[in-house]
Structures are given as structure tokens and as C-alpha cells.
């Protein structure tokens, strides 16, 4: 499989040059030349499949010609070393709990691949690879602990100091060894400023491989899809023939656009409901034809407030740019702070089951979209322990009477390194590490 950027289908690049550069020379995303199907005997094969199986199946259609097996299988392993169970919440409706991985959000399956596939593809290179992360959050843990000890790549998250929730904090600055943590003193939009002008500077670049490790990047796009195929398999295994609508909470609309990819290959889906916060311009886009930006609203979902969706075109191409297409698979509704915190109440409350505030705005797009008949699955991208705040304030005492508890010290590793947000501190620290 050869990839091309959505600016100029004619060059071709292989896996690992798409990896390494993260974005195409002109600016524009990259995404595989074509999609392949997997054939019928996949498909019956399915509910008898683990997750690591799947994986290989799913992801040697994209990277066999540039992987062995072997190394592909020892990949998907690592990645999928943790459950994705799909479970029943009410009669019609189930959750896909992505949240099982080491940072308890499903950007760990993401950056667990990208982590080995860039680890693998830096082997026997005698220029250090750096991955340089801008977080708001979530993405810096999950890429923290999947990038912990990969040998020959060193990792880079930037977070805005004292702007990310202690628990958060917890898990970008706990890995150490090969991974290195900075409070920026400054926003997430400094972080962000910082990690373009590294990437811009192209003295810097002659002497470092520098990459990124956000949802941009097809290593951590294409293997998001695996978990799509487990829901389908799940079905089957409770003995559940139709095709799902499955609804995805989404802000850059990476992990909508893995199911969607999910779809081209094959998977049986009714059709796709994206939620979003208030930060609605997908579902402004799909009402008015216009795509409109705009500046980031902040919610109670923190990790979907994005204003101007990065994965946006890779999704309209699938549909091939065409809008009434898009608008036959794809329903997108807002979702306020206060219906998803009532949401959270009274699903715990007439159910027993506690969803995080992401979840949350899933669920309530499901219950005014799905028709009586369908079978409706929504993901759960995170557990509700890493939105302790949110829930302690809505029903107090109830997340520890779950008898959940990570062993997570508040204020251990916190600042340890604090950065004014200025480039010239930044590239000193770079060329330090390299
Ligand atoms: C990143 C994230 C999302 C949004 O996923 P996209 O792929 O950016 O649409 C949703 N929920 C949680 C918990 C996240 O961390």
C-alpha cells in the first residue's frame, strides 16, 4: 500500500516516509491510495477473532508491504494488550468501553501503534527520531505511557501549566526515562506555536528526525479502525445480525473517521451519529453546506472542544467530498454542558451504569436518533475516573463507592519542569535531548 496527500493524489509515499513526516510537504493530510475490502471468509471468521487478530488482519491490508508478519503480529500484540468489551446498557442500545488502556482513554490504542511502528522504523537510523507532542490533556498521557521505553525515539509533550486536570498531569509527567515532560508557561495554543516553529526550523531538522504524534498521523489513525470490527464481532457474539448505528463522541473527528475507514473495507454500519459539545461545526456544516471555524468553546468534554476539526477533510473524502452523500451516513448534533451532566445522572441513576462527560454527549444524541428497531452502539472514549471533577460535582461520593481507584498521588512529579514560551528556550532543550 503506497499513500498520497489529499492535495496531490499523483506522488506516492511509502508507510514509513507518512509516519516520519506526519503531514504531506504541501500541508495537507495523508491517507492510503486506496482502501481495501477484506473478503466474506474475514467477515464469517470475525466472532471468533481476538482483538490482536483482528488487528494483524485489519492492519497488514495497509502496511504488508512494508512489514514482515512477524514484526506486524509482535505490533498488534502490544497495542491490543487490553479488552475493548462491548456491553449492553438498555434493550437496542450497547457501549464500547475504549477506555481499558494504561492512560483509560482510547488514545492509548492510537499511540501504543504510532509509538511501535515509529520505534521499528528508526531502527538501524544513526539520527535520533523525536516526537514532539502539544497537549490539552488526554493526548499527552496516552502518548507518555505508549511511547515509554521504545527504544531510539525520544518523546517531547508540551502542556500548558497549570491547565490540565492533576490526574492528567500525573500521567504525562510519570513515564520519564526516554520520555520528557514541560509545563509551558503559557496556553495550549503556545504549546502548540512551539511545536510548528521546531518543526519549521529546518536547521533543526537536518539534525533531528522530528515527527508528531497527534491524531494527524495515519499510525495512529488506521489501527483506531481495529476496534470497529470488535464491535461487529461482539454482535454476532450475542447473536445480533443487523447493522449498528454507531455514534462516536468526536471533537478533531480522528476516531469517527477510523470507523468510517472501518466501513469502506467492509463493516456492516447502518449509519454514523457524531456527538459534539458545543463546538459544533460539523453539524453546522452538514445543515448549511458552508464549513465555518470558528474559536474554541470551553465544556465540561474538554477533550472535544476543537473549534476547526483536523481530521475534517479526511472524513468528507471518504465520502468523496460529496455533501448529500455524507449527509446519507453521518447525523451530527451539539450537545450542551447541562444536558450532559443530566444525562450522567439519570443514566446512573435508572441504569447503574457511570459514563464521563464525553460519553455522556454520545448517549444523548442515541436516545433523540435511534429508532425503535436499530441496534445502537456509542463508544465510551474515557473512564469517568479521569473526569473526577465533573462527576464528584454532579453525584458526590458515588465514584468511590464504585470501587474504582487509581494509585495516583496528587502533586507527585507535578512542575517539575516549567518553561517560559519562548522558541529559543525550546530549541536549547531539543538539541539537548537530541
Ligand atoms: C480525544 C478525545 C475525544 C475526541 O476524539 P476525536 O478523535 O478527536 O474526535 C473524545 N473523548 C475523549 C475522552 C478524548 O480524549
Redesign the pocket.
Known amino acids: 500500500m503506497k499513500y498520497i496527500s489529499l492535495g496531490n493524489r499523483q506522488e506516492k509515499y511509502n508507510l514509513k516516509e507518512v509516519l516520519f513526516r506526519g503531514l504531506a510537504p504541501d500541508g495537507n493530510l495523508f491517507m492510503p491510495e486506496s482502501i481495501p475490502t477484506l473478503d466474506a471468509s474475514f467477515f464469517k471468521e470475525l466472532p471468533h477473532m481476538d482483538l490482536p487478530e483482528m488487528g494483524f488482519h485489519v492492519l497488514s491490508q495497509f502496511m504488508s508491504e512494508d512489514l514482515s508478519d512477524d514484526v506486524l503480529k509482535q505490533i498488534t500484540k502490544e497495542t491490543f494488550s487490553f479488552d475493548i468489551p462491548l456491553k449492553k446498557v438498555e434493550e437496542g442500545v450497547y457501549v464500547l468501553e475504549l ?1 481499558h488502556g494504561p492512560t483509560q ?3 492509548d490504542v492510537g499511540a501504543r501503534c504510532l509509538s511501535r511502528l515509529l520505534g521499528h522504523f528508526n531502527k538501524g537510523e544513526s539520527r535520533k527520531l523525536m516526537v514532539l507532542t502539544a497537549t490539552s ?3 499527552g498521557g ?1 502518548v507518555a505511557h505508549g511511547f515509554h521505553r521504545v527504544p531510539g525515539v525520544e518523546v517531547v509533550v508540551l502542556y500548558p501549566y497549570g491547565k490540565v486536570s492533576p490526574y492528567q498531569e500525573y500521567q504525562i509527567t510519570g513515564p520519564g526515562d526516554n520520555v520528557h515532560a514541560i509545563a509551558v508557561d503559557g496556553s495550549f495554543d503556545d504549546c502548540q506555536r512551539l511545536v510548528k516553529e521546531a518543526f519549521n526550523d529546518q536547521v533543526l531538522r537536518e539534525q533531528i528526525y522530528m515527527t508528531s504524534a497527534n ?1 494527524i498521523n495515519i499510525g495512529r489513525l488506521v489501527p ?1 479502525s481495529v476496534y470497529y470490527f470488535q464491535v461487529i464481532s461482539q454482535l454476532r457474539r450475542m447473536g445480533i445480525e443487523d447493522a449498528p448505528v454507531i455514534t ?11 470507523a468510517m475507514l472501518a466501513t469502506r473495507m467492509g463493516l456492516p454500519v447502518k449509519r454514523f451519529i ?1 456527538a459534539t459539545n458545543a463546538n459544533d461545526v460539523v453539524p453546522r456544516f452538514l445543515k448549511s453546506g458552508k464549513y465555518d471555524p470558528q474559536a474554541t468553546i470551553p465544556t465540561v ?1 474538554n ?2 472542544d ?1 473549534g476547526d ?3 475534517f477533510s479526511r472524513m468528507f473524502d471518504l465520502f468523496r467530498n460529496d455533501i448529500d452523500d455524507l449527509r446519507k451516513n453521518l447525523i451530527s448534533s451539539p450537545v450542551s454542558d447541562d444536558e450532559i451532566k443530566s444525562t450522567i445522572v439519570e443514566v446512573y441513576k435508572s441504569k447503574g451504569y457511570l459514563m ?1 462527560p ?2 455522556a454527549s454520545a448517549y444523548a444524541v442515541v436516545k433523540k436518533e435511534r429508532k425503535d428497531d436499530e441496534t445502537a452502539v456509542f463508544v465510551s ?2 473512564h469517568p475516573f ?2 473526577n471533577e465533573v462527576i464528584d460535582q454532579i453525584l458526590p461520593g458515588e465514584l468511590n463507592k464504585s470501587g474504582y481507584s487509581i494509585d495516583f498521588e496528587i502533586g507527585k512529579n507535578v512542575g517539575k519542569d516549567i518553561m517560559p514560551a519562548f522558541y529559543k528556550e525550546f530549541r536549547s532543550r531539543i538539541e539537548k535531548m537530541a
Open positions: 477506555f482513554a482510547f488514545k490533556g488526554d493526548t496516552a491524531s483506531q462516536v463522541p468526536s471533537g478533531n473527528f480522528g476516531n469517527i473517521t477510523a457524531a468534554a477533550a472535544m476543537v476539526p483536523s481530521n464521563d464525553h460519553t472514549t474515557a479521569k473526569f
